[in-house]
């Protein structure tokens, strides 16, 4: 019996051992495994945390595209700005063209022209309502410089040089047109029938002119015409509210339609049937000089 005992409290203490044993392990195995974990797992969340980074930084440049685009033709702008505003008022065949619309203008002035034509529109008004304020709007400057700015910010955004370079023309045919339009009503500074002041040029008509011409010296009569017929219709409007006299429509028309060719005539990309004509030179045995046709799709 003492064996028996003896065998059975040794085989007791040699299983509680066991027990304990297992137990301090046990939690040093599960702590080992912990702390695997929680050296996985750092570099596992550093991997995908690196991903979004990575993923930022290649989005970030693009959210950013048209401020670098903008940067670089606003370092160039004075110069451009100066070159354009030469050609448009220093060139004979513009500056005659300015100088009879001037005269013209003069003459209605002086031999009662304005007078009688704004007694008409003030007797038979075909304007009211919406069709009156949505030719306003339509041909007010700002709203001009907010569409071409539009124009601009897609085209940088999206990498479109081609597009990019054209709105950027039409900014600068805008803006050299308000700033002779704007100089010209501070030197004249007359009343409109309506009793405001800085009448001529009209700022309205010069602006729609300048839109109508720089879209048709870019796309031709099938973009032209409807701009023009536009155009027309806000000159009609500031005629028809008493906002301008006769012959401030017709110098600032003539004033917008200068510009825009002008300028856009400038900068347009000599083009056959929609084709770029740029200047090619052959890489083969005997050297070749000549023209190629270049268009993007």
């Not at 003030?122 to 949505?134: N, T, V, Y």
Request: glycine share 8%; aromatic share 12%.
């Amino acid at each position: 019996m003492r064996v028996y005992r003896s065998y059975g409290l040794w085989t007791r203490v040699f299983c509680a051992g066991l027990v304990f044993a297992a137990g301090c392990t046990s939690p040093a195995t599960k702590s080992s495994e912990q702390n695997a974990q929680v050296k996985v797992e750092p570099e596992s969340s550093q991997q995908e945390s690196a991903e979004p980074i990575s993923d930022q930084q290649d989005i970030a440049p693009r959210k950013h595209l048209w401020y670098h685009a903008a940067k670089e033709d606003f370092s160039k702008w004075p110069k451009r700005l100066i070159a354009d505003s030469k050609e448009s008022f220093l060139r004979p065949d513009n500056a005659t063209a300015l100088l009879l619309a001037g005269g013209a203008s003069i003459i209605m002035h002086n031999t009662h022209a304005d007078t009688n034509i704004e007694r008409h529109f003030d007797k038979h008004p075909s304007l009211h309502g919406f069709e009156d304020e949505a030719l306003n709007v339509l041909g007010h400057p700002m709203t001009h410089f907010v569409a071409g700015g539009a124009w601009y910010f897609l085209s940088a955004q999206n990498e479109d040089d081609f597009n990019r370079q054209r709105a950027w023309t039409m900014r600068t045919a805008l803006s050299l047109t308000w700033i002779a339009t704007t100089g010209l009503k501070l030197a004249r500074n007359n009343e409109t029938p309506n009793g405001k002041d800085n009448a001529w040029p009209s700022g309205h008509t010069s602006s729609s002119f300048t839109v109508a011409s720089v879209l048709d010296e870019f796309y031709g009569p099938k973009v032209g015409i409807p701009a023009y017929i536009a155009a027309s219709a806000v000159a009609y409007r500031m005629m028809d509210t008493g906002d301008h006299w006769a012959s401030d429509v017709v110098f600032g028309a003539t004033l917008g339609w200068v510009v825009g060719h002008t300028v856009a005539g400038r900068h347009k990309k000599f083009e056959i049937a929609g084709f770029d004509v740029v200047p090619y030179v052959g890489n083969t045995e005997e050297s070749t000089v000549g023209v190629g046709f270049l268009k993007q799709f």
